[in-house]
């Protein structure tokens, strides 16, 4: 087997990956080297890795069991595994979720700055361990994706304040008004999870802040001032803290996997900067629950776990 590299982006975040080619050779070496890399790295970036969607779903079940495409949103009618995200398609949200020429005085929803950093799927009670991502259709420049880490975020914490939010947890929820109905037949919702607000990584044991700017609602047994109030403090942080980021220039048949336990992740924050179409596929591997320091488990409070799809569910 030839030698796997690994070249880190930043000190503590992100690597590229060398002498891998992942549609020849999944071999459980090849896999556990791979493995072991992204427990270090959280961030593994690979280049110049053609496959088809096929490919990808093998190499996801490599890594534990590919999920549905998404809790909510379905896949592609022959890959259900696969979520195909069109940036085109997306645009128009994206324009709408700006402020419009309206503003400040014009209706304009309020949100939390830089709302694109999140943990993928926080609102089922067992989100998605990886997430792994594949460069289909790739502008010339724009659609990066940015990673934080939410270890090295925790780890630079007073020891008083990690003390106290490794007793805390947090309400996820998501709830689409009329989303289309899921291939399996499973609810597409509504969902709500409580977690620890800190997580214990369940193969590394290290810390990390369970923060993300989409789900998160509210912390528990805080009045809603000092829920907000915390949940800005430690979001300014997760966005403000530049030493803990890497950014991910994508390629055509560039393949980005993240330990989706251990980062967070934003992108693409500029899709209204530039016109060219970015397309891009995403796989999931199937997530435990969450466990806090005090050994609190992540609950499901409404809809159910993201499960690893069955065979049978993976024919058209
Ligand atoms: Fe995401």
């Known amino acids: 087997m030839s030698e796997i590299g690994f070249r880190p982006l930043t000190p503590i975040i992100g690597a590229e990956v060398a002498g891998v080619d992942l549609a020849v050779d999944l071999r459980p070496a090849t896999v556990a080297c791979l493995r072991e890399g992204l427990l270090r790295h959280k961030v593994l970036v690979f280049r110049d890795q053609p496959m088809d969607d096929a490919r990808q779903v093998a190499l996801t079940d490599a890594f534990g069991g590919a999920t549905a495409a998404h809790p909510v949103t379905n896949g592609l009618p022959d890959a259900p595994a696969v979520l195909r995200t069109v940036l085109?398609?997306?645009?128009?949200?994206?324009?709408?979720?700006?402020?419009?020429?309206?503003?400040?005085?014009g209706a304009t929803a309020p949100r939390r700055?830089?709302?694109?950093w999140h943990v993928d799927s926080t609102f089922v009670a067992n989100p998605n361990a990886i997430t792994i991502l594949r460069g289909v259709e790739i502008p010339p420049a724009g659609g990066d994706t940015l990673f934080a880490d939410l270890e090295a975020l925790y780890?630079?914490?007073s020891s008083s304040l990690r003390g106290y939010l490794d007793t805390l947890q947090a309400i996820h929820s998501r709830h689409d008004p009329s989303p289309s109905p899921r291939f399996d037949g499973k609810p597409a919702g509504p969902f709500v999870a409580l977690h620890p607000l800190v997580r214990v990584h369940p193969e590394t044991g290290v810390r990390s802040l369970l923060v993300s700017t989409m789900f998160l609602q509210a912390i528990r047994g805080l009045n809603s001032r000092e829920s907000t109030a915390l949940l800005d403090f430690l979001l300014d942080e997760l966005?403000?803290?530049?030493?803990?980021h890497a950014r991910v220039r994508w390629e055509q048949d560039t393949l980005v996997m993240w330990d989706n336990r251990a980062v967070a992740h934003a992108g693409p924050v500029d899709g209204l900067m530039f016109k060219e179409e970015r397309i891009v596929h995403r796989t999931t591997v199937v997530g435990d629950l969450p466990c806090g320091p005090n050994g609190f488990v992540s609950k499901a409070l409404?809809?159910?776990l993201f499960e690893a799809l069955a065979m049978a569910e993976r024919i058209a």
């Open 302 to 304: 409404k809809g159910g």
């Open 155 to 157: 780890s630079g914490l």
């Open 239 to 244: 966005a403000g803290r530049d030493e803990i």
């Open 113 to 116: 700055i830089r709302t694109e």
């Open 88 to 105: 085109s398609e997306d645009r128009p949200g994206l324009a709408a979720s700006e402020a419009g020429p309206g503003f400040p005085l």
